[in-house]
């Protein structure tokens, strides 16, 4: 047997096997949280962009041939629309994160970051040079103990964490983190990949009021905006570095202009359209009075199950009842938390929530278990 076949069956023994399949059933899973994804102004964004013969592939790098003013015209937009001095489009969010990780922090550097952080942010930290040191999830004591005793050692400290945890769904007391950095003169890179479009008084993200100095935020297009793509937004010297020393920046095909251009047109969606987060919002409320499980401050709801065969049977059969959910088990989350992961948008409305919250009632109730609150434990993802 070959270490793959073997490996593999080892996934299987242990309910860990995935596999692909299609989506199907009543929306519980995207993160296609406004439901821009499927938006009439952004369908009529590519047509427009086909009748005028627009371009599809990029051709190269930004630095050679690559570079198109629509992506010019994005990073000048997002810049303004987030506050920022400037703002650097990448294909995707993961490899946004990586790129900052792993040309950002360097050898005399120390990097502080949440124990459950995304595992994009992980992989850029295990590519830098830079000595990590990880703390508990949102626990500021802990952060500060960890950033203390990295100040003296550190030529630069960075502080790495998400706005909104994508599969707990809690939120981080930003500003205090904020200020933790400021006591320890340390950077602040925080991703709001599950926090842009709906949170902050205008969907520019929970980090919205907080000052911009010695602060990066990543900002995904793939989730609330609906279309792909990471947005880094910083100060000009730290974009200008990055675009002169980020390798995945430098040494990658640039994305296709036309989805510089739908990302352009969803932010400015964002503004046209405040009732989406509203109503996002007051959808949350609503789970939250209905459902069986410990409330959530965001849209992504998780179920903590603990056992992997269990969550997938429960999966099984709410899929089964119509329902696009979906298992969500370690590495991915911490070991012995597995979970669903139940995500709202704006597609639904209060009485599919109800039955939802009737079917999931029934099924815990039949299976004999109770959702447990979240733990913060480091996954290994
Ligand atoms: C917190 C967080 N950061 C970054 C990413 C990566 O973004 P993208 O899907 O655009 O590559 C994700 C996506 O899962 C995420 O949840």
């Not at 399949?21 to 993160?31: E, H, K």
């Not at 296609?32 to 102004?41: C, I, S, T, V």
């Not at 000009?236 to 251009?261: C, G, H, M, W």
């Not at 939802?356 to 480091?378: F, G, K, R, Y």
């Amino acid at each position: 047997m070959t270490r793959f076949a073997g490996a593999l069956q080892q996934l299987e023994i242990e309910n860990r096997r995935r596999s692909l399949r299609p989506s199907g059933g009543i929306d519980f899973s995207s993160n296609d949280y406004l439901k821009l994804a499927e938006h009439p102004a952004l369908r009529q964004t590519m047509l427009e962009w086909a009748e005028q013969g627009g371009v599809i592939g990029s051709g190269g790098s930004r630095l050679l041939h690559g570079n198109h003013p629509a992506h010019e015209k994005l990073e000048c937009f997002a810049a303004q629309f987030f506050g920022a001095e400037k703002a650097l489009y990448f294909a995707t969010g993961f490899q946004a994160n990586h790129a900052l990780f792993t040309t950002l922090p360097e050898r005399r550097d120390i990097v502080v970051y949440d124990s459950l952080i995304h595992a994009s942010v992980r992989d850029g930290i295990k590519g830098s040079f830079a000595h990590a040191i990880k703390f508990q999830h949102n626990d500021l004591n802990d952060c500060e103990d960890a950033l203390r005793s990295a100040r003296e050692k550190a030529e630069y400290l960075w502080l790495a964490i998400e706005s909104v945890y994508s599969m707990e769904g809690d939120i981080a007391p930003l500003s205090d983190f904020h200020e933790l950095c400021l006591k320890y003169d340390a950077y602040l890179i925080v991703d709001e990949a599950h926090a842009t479009g709906i949170f902050g008084a205008s969907g520019r993200g929970v980090a919205e009021s907080l000052p911009k100095e010695h602060r990066v935020t990543l900002h995904t297009g793939s989730k609330a905006l609906g279309v792909a793509g990471g947005l880094v937004t910083a100060p000009a010297e730290i974009i200008d570095y990055l675009i002169n020393k980020a390798r995945p920046f430098i040494y990658s095909t640039a994305p296709p202009p036309v989805q510089a251009a739908l990302l352009h047109r969803a932010l400015k969606l964002v503004d046209e359209e405040p009732e989406r987060r509203k109503h996002l919002i007051a959808l949350r409320d609503h789970a939250n009075k209905v459902l069986p499980v410990p409330a959530s401050a965001t849209q992504i709801i998780p179920v903590i199950l603990g056992d992997d065969k269990l969550t997938l049977e429960i999966a099984a059969e709410l899929q089964n009842a119509g329902f696009d959910i979906r298992a969500i088990r370690p590495p991915t989350v911490p070991e012995g938390t597995a979970r669903l992961r139940l995500s709202l948008n704006t597609g639904l409305d209060e009485k599919t929530l109800d039955t939802l919250a009737e079917c999931l009632t029934t099924l815990l109730n039949s299976h004999d278990v109770i959702p447990t609150e979240q733990s913060d434990e480091e996954s290994c993802q």
